[in-house]
């Protein structure tokens, strides 16, 4: 199933001079982590998203967010890269991907090997203390909170506040810098390639659109619809661990190999 697809796609990306790649959680459904929006992906079945997982949310009831959090926060410290991490991380090497746009949380486009990464949604990598604003390496903290069910919250060893974790709460600014930075590829692309995602949360959901007007062809691998589906230029309704590695394998197959100085 859609091999003309996955040919033209392949055709269109070795044809670019500047594609980026724009991720959701979708692609790292296939390592185990749930999405947001996707039927049973539980995240949300038992809390209100804007009550534990919004700013204000975290400021008045951290304990709530922590305790949603336990066990997202398991998944996410031992998941790994799937095929279509790597499938991005491939088109880098090959020279035909300049930069992965993503909104996702979980480290694992750079643990896959990609090297230009903007993580517009925040990470994990960290935790910022919210009254002193000192900024931590998360993974110590873990351990301890992890053993404790989530009925523990994160506090600064320093200052005793709450720490949040560097990742963007509903209602809370998006890192500028890393978001200019972002909006810089977009204006000079000329492919964007978007992965698993429902394009339902903004400002990221207007990118494609972005880099449209711009001119840039659009690649679209997506389980369910989104409003982008009929304005693509390919819209493959699939799992990015199968057609991401197609496309890239499609890719390999007509590109002359780099010259080796
Ligand atoms: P979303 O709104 O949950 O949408 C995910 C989309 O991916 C849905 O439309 C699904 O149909 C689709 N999908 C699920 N699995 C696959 C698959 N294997 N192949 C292809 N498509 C698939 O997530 P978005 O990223 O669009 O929304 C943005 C939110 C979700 C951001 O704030 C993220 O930080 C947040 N989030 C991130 C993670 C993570 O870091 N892995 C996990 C859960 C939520």
């Given at each position: 199933m859609y091999e003309a697809e996955i040919q033209q796609a392949a055709n269109m990306l070795l044809r670019s001079n500047h594609a980026v790649a724009l991720t959701g959680a979708g692609i790292s459904t296939p390592s185990g982590i749930p999405d947001f929006r996707s039927p049973d992906s539980g995240l949300w079945e038992k809390h209100d998203p804007m009550a534990v997982a919004s700013l204000i949310g975290f400021r008045h009831r951290p304990d709530?967010?922590?305790?949603?959090?336990?066990?997202?926060?398991k998944t996410l410290m031992t998941a790994q890269p799937n095929p279509a991490h790597y499938a991005l991380a491939k088109l880098?090497?090959?020279?035909?991907?300049?930069?992965v746009i993503t909104q996702n949380i979980d480290l694992l486009h750079l643990k896959a090997g990609s090297k230009t990464v903007y993580e517009v949604h925040g990470h994990v990598r960290e935790a910022t203390c919210i009254s002193c604003f000192t900024v931590y390496q998360a993974e110590p903290f873990m351990k301890e909170y992890l053993e404790s069910g989530g009925t523990k919250i994160l506090r600064c060893p320093s200052c005793g506040g709450v720490l949040k974790p560097n990742v963007i709460l509903f209602g809370e600014q998006l890192p500028l810098n890393i978001f200019n930075a972002a909006k810089r590829e977009i204006q000079q692309c000329d492919m964007m390639v978007v992965a698993g995602s429902s394009l339902e949360v903004y400002p990221v959901a207007d990118m494609p659109r972005q880099a449209r007007a711009a001119g840039a062809k659009l690649i679209l691998i997506n389980l369910s619809e989104t409003d982008y589906d009929r304005v693509a230029d390919v819209t493959i309704h699939g799992d990015v661990a199968d057609?991401?590695?197609?496309?890239?394998?499609?890719?390999?197959?007509?590109?002359?190999?780099?010259?080796?100085?």
């Amino acid at each position: 199933m859609y091999e003309a697809e996955i040919q033209q796609a392949a055709n269109m990306l070795l044809r670019s001079n500047h594609a980026v790649a724009l991720t959701g959680a979708g692609i790292s459904t296939p390592s185990g982590i749930p999405d947001f929006r996707s039927p049973d992906s539980g995240l949300w079945e038992k809390h209100d998203p804007m009550a534990v997982a919004s700013l204000i949310g975290f400021r008045h009831r951290p304990d709530l967010f922590y305790q949603w959090l336990a066990p997202l926060a398991k998944t996410l410290m031992t998941a790994q890269p799937n095929p279509a991490h790597y499938a991005l991380a491939k088109l880098e090497t090959l020279g035909i991907l300049k930069s992965v746009i993503t909104q996702n949380i979980d480290l694992l486009h750079l643990k896959a090997g990609s090297k230009t990464v903007y993580e517009v949604h925040g990470h994990v990598r960290e935790a910022t203390c919210i009254s002193c604003f000192t900024v931590y390496q998360a993974e110590p903290f873990m351990k301890e909170y992890l053993e404790s069910g989530g009925t523990k919250i994160l506090r600064c060893p320093s200052c005793g506040g709450v720490l949040k974790p560097n990742v963007i709460l509903f209602g809370e600014q998006l890192p500028l810098n890393i978001f200019n930075a972002a909006k810089r590829e977009i204006q000079q692309c000329d492919m964007m390639v978007v992965a698993g995602s429902s394009l339902e949360v903004y400002p990221v959901a207007d990118m494609p659109r972005q880099a449209r007007a711009a001119g840039a062809k659009l690649i679209l691998i997506n389980l369910s619809e989104t409003d982008y589906d009929r304005v693509a230029d390919v819209t493959i309704h699939g799992d990015v661990a199968d057609f991401l590695p197609r496309i890239v394998q499609a890719v390999e197959a007509q590109k002359p190999p780099l010259e080796v100085a």
